[in-house]
């Protein structure tokens, strides 16, 4: 087993060159925070950016910032937090990840409801495919980017398409306050509804949950942000539909995106659905452990390995996914990790892996065991 650090994208552009001609698969890393979710990759070698870090451009008046893939999110965390700014598409904080795997993964949290998906923040980035060839896609401004939008598809591909070098995001404001209303002993069913029923109407939430167990009782939470007056004022619009609102904002909200009120073992899934179908799959496993986000549409469901046909068999019927985000390494290898394709979606993945990486040596198997 070699470990490469690379220190820079044109030494990536070398080791995947020698890589691809050597038919050796690599294995794509950050800081490996991520590593449990997907397939095991079976490779001869590992590929870490995490020696490629910096902040190369921050321009906080044009709501732009761009880094190396290596580069800690705590990092530019940080430093937008100096500027009353954040990265608005609020990634879980699953230990000491890159900027890189953030993108790699394509993970968001419960503001993508308002705010949209890492996609949709992603401007621009620098890579190496499967080839060694060093390419560039989108750019600083979205009305500048021309041609295909590499971007979206990049954005939760696991490192299985290239090596992410350099990356350019679009950062937002961070707000002056924000409200958290609650009602609690609702049923999945009732609470889901009300969520709905409060998303539908013009008071722009920014996050929308249910949880079956919150101190001892079902509760039904959502969030305002904005101004101060703004808040205050939705809030009060609010206020008839919710028995209150709780103190610790922050912290509540935190633990809905990363998933951390629940244990992830023994297999933690994450399952998108239409918001309007989230019941249905918690009303099929009426004693998991779960948290409900995205007002219905995003659910953390914790299930023993052996209801894994069943779960699928459930989303399917939704139209939804799911994905296996923890598991032992047995179990990840022995099912479908992520939702399994078949006909056209599947030989379509598989014309763009080839496209990207012809000889299949990025991460092979992290996705599907084909590819």
């Known amino acids: 087993m070699t470990d490469f650090a690379p220190t820079s994208a044109e030494e990536i552009a070398d080791i995947v060159k020698a890589a691809a001609a050597n038919r050796e698969p690599l294995e794509i890393l950050g800081n490996a925070t991520k590593r449990v979710i997907g397939r095991p990759v079976t490779a001869p070698h590992r590929l870490s950016t995490t020696k490629l870090t910096g902040v190369t451009l921050y321009e906080p008046e044009e709501l732009v910032l ?37 993108i790699a993964t394509g993970f968001s949290g419960p503001r993508r409801i308002q705010a949209g998906a890492v996609r949709d923040h992603l401007l621009g980035f620098s890579a190496v495919n499967g080839r060694g060839e060093l390419f560039k896609a989108g750019g600083r401004v979205v009305k500048n980017v021309t041609g295909y939008d590499l971007s979206k ?52 939430i920014t996050a929308a949950a249910w949880l079956p167990d919150f101190n001892g009782t079902s509760i039904t939470a959502l969030r305002l942000e904005g101004f101060t007056d703004s808040v205050a004022d939705r809030a009060a619009s609010l206020c008839r539909q ?37 019941g249905d799959i918690l009303a099929a496993f009426p004693h998991a452990k779960a948290i409900t986000d995205w007002g219905g549409g995003l659910i953390w469901l914790n299930l023993n390995d052996d209801n894994a046909t069943q779960l699928r068999a459930e989303v399917a019927k939704t139209g939804g996914h799911a994905t296996l985000v923890s598991a032992s390494e047995a179990t990840r290898s022995t099912i479908d990790v992520f939702q399994p394709q078949t006909g056209a979606l599947a030989a379509l993945t598989a014309r763009v892996k080839d496209s990207f990486d012809p000889h299949r040596i990025l991460n092979p198997g992290r996705m599907y065991a084909s590819l």
């Open 153 to 204: 598809l990049m954005a939760g591909s696991f490192g299985t398409l290239a090596v992410l070098t350099d990356i350019t995001l679009k950062v937002l404001p961070r707000p002056e306050a924000q409200a958290t209303l609650v009602r609690t002993n609702q049923s999945a069913r009732d609470g889901i509804a009300l969520l709905n029923k409060a998303l539908g109407q013009p008071y722009e």
């Open 66 to 102: 761009s880094a190396k893939a290596g580069t800690p999110l705590s990092e530019i965390e940080t430093l937008l937090a100096k500027h009353n700014q954040q990265l608005a598409f609020e990634p879980p904080h699953w230990g000491e990840q890159t900027i890189g795997g953030v």
């Open 242 to 278: 919710f028995d209150l609102a709780i103190a610790d904002t922050e912290h509540f909200w935190d633990g809905i995106r990363d998933a951390s009120l629940l244990e992830p073992q023994p297999a933690l899934w994450r399952i998108s659905v239409p918001p309007n179908r989230g």
